[in-house]
């Protein structure tokens, strides 16, 4: 039986009062704030947030005044007119913004919004920016996961003030990831220090509100320790059927192809705030107390953005990933507005009979054959001879496979993957994907000129048997522990190692974050040798994390003479 935890949460001591949950407690509590004559709330919201909201806190709060500050912004047409530069005309691929959210505001129409705020009764300014209209007396945030959000655009709802319901969802993640969710965050952090309650609105129906001290002393915990984030699955065209069992996923699901586990960019920490669990955007957490947890020199290096990502791509019982290779980080940077670019790699967390990786090219591929099989089998010729320029090496549990951007790759069928990766992984130039579409029915993206232009032609067998596959070198070994490097190449800046054990094992965290896997053993705990937090214990194919502010720790097997084998990643500083 599985004990892969899908529920992570942390608990935040000291306030066992000050959460609640269901729309009539929330509404009673809400209705407390009207009980005064002169009272302006505010309730700002992340982009995304349901109808329902401004409802249950209209009947709650009985405002004799509303104002909806989504009136302030410019229309559909315009806002999607300014953001055009960095939408462009491709599927998934955007040019990342760096401005704020007033840049979408008419300041006509903010101006007009100020001058009707009335100067007594109850008033209730409602939306997406609203604080920019008005202070308030209370100001309440209503926020929502990342996730959440790609579910709802799939159920059809469009972006912030744009009527495209029913376009691809594809599209719709597009905008929020380059435009929407930028400024949204940012304007986030503006406010995060004054929120008086927030008010977590992922379950259509189920309203949970909790008040910000609780909500940020919660944060404050989780940089302080060990911690996991909310994981989520997906079922993909080339899907298998691993995590079902492993992770204790529905049985009766076609497959699942991606589970998010270690994204704080993607993924969500639930607190536990007495009886009520609220939800939080890990993202929260990354921007307001980067320095506790990324450390110091990874955020001088990186900024309040969390470089390192784990995922699962699962293909036990599937198909082969899409033939791909990520940009170069000047091309990232030049066509995409990053500021690093993808580098990854694969471990074998298991793998079939067969199973295996694609990974560099042949030696003697001819470029322009290459180029002319590759357009006349995306133009619906005869399908792409992969095996003619593309190695395969067999896989088998714990190899692990480096990635460096620009080199050309894809898991094969039979292999369950822990892909340890720089975060920005929205940048997957597609070059063939073997004759299917999408499960949307649409043909998926194809980015053959991007991954031309980026395909590192040396990187042929010789040279990727040597560098790429299983490029493992013994740090430690003795009869306490083995600590192995396994990656990543030189050229990237992630180092990952490997320590097997029945044992302790001594780390230390203080100069940047660690992010780790268990990858064989039922489970481990990790403890703080000075009591700086409580035992944490993980479980088999968990990703777990610990905050640069957690310092030294200890990891060790939960049962006595148990081996336990995890993976650690973190920065390398040189």
Known sequence: MTNYDKYPETLVAGHDGDAWEGAATVAAKLGELGCAQDHTLVVECYPGVDVEVLELVREAFRPDTVILSDDIFYDGDELTGRMQPHLTDDRVRGVMYYGRLEDF?????????????????????????????????????????????????????????????????????????????????????????????????????????????????????????????????????????????????DPKASNYAWSFDGVPEENSLYLRIGEVRIEVPAQDLVLWRPVELLGMPVYCRFGAEFPIRFDFLDTMGGQNLSLQVHPMTEYIRSHFGMTYTQDESYYILDAEEGGGVFLGLKDGVDREAFECDLRSAQEGGPSFPAENYVNCFPAKKHDHFLIPAGTLHCSAAGTMVLEISATPYNFTFKMWDWDRLGLDGLPRPIHIDDGLANIQWDRTTDWVRENLVNAVKVIHQGSDYLEEHTGLHELEFIETRRFTTRGVTEHDATDGFNMLNLVDGRSAVIESPTGAFEPYTVHYAETFIIPAAAGRYTIRPEHDGEQVMFVKAYVRHR
């Open 105 to 249: 505001v008419d300041p006509a129409t903010l101006d007009a919004a100020r001058a009707a705020m009335p100067t007594g009764g109850r008033t209730l300014v409602y939306g997406v920016g609203a604080g920019l209209v008005a202070t308030g007396d209370t100001l309440v945030y209503c926020d929502l996961a990342r996730w959440e959000i790609e579910l709802r655009y799939r159920a059809g709802m469009p972006n912030f003030r744009a009527h495209n319901e029913g376009e691809d969802s594809l599209r719709k993640i597009k905008r929020g990831y380059f435009v929407e969710w930028r400024v949204a965050d940012k304007r986030k952090m503006e406010v995060f220090d004054r929120v008086d309650y927030f008010l977590d609105s992922n379950a259509v129906g189920t309203p949970k509100l909790a008040t910000g001290d609780a909500v940020r002393d919660g944060l404050r915990a989780v940089a302080h320790r060990p911690f996991r984030l909310v994981p989520y699955f997906d079922p993909g065209v080339w899907g298998g059927q691993w995590m079902k069992e492993v992770c204790g996923l």
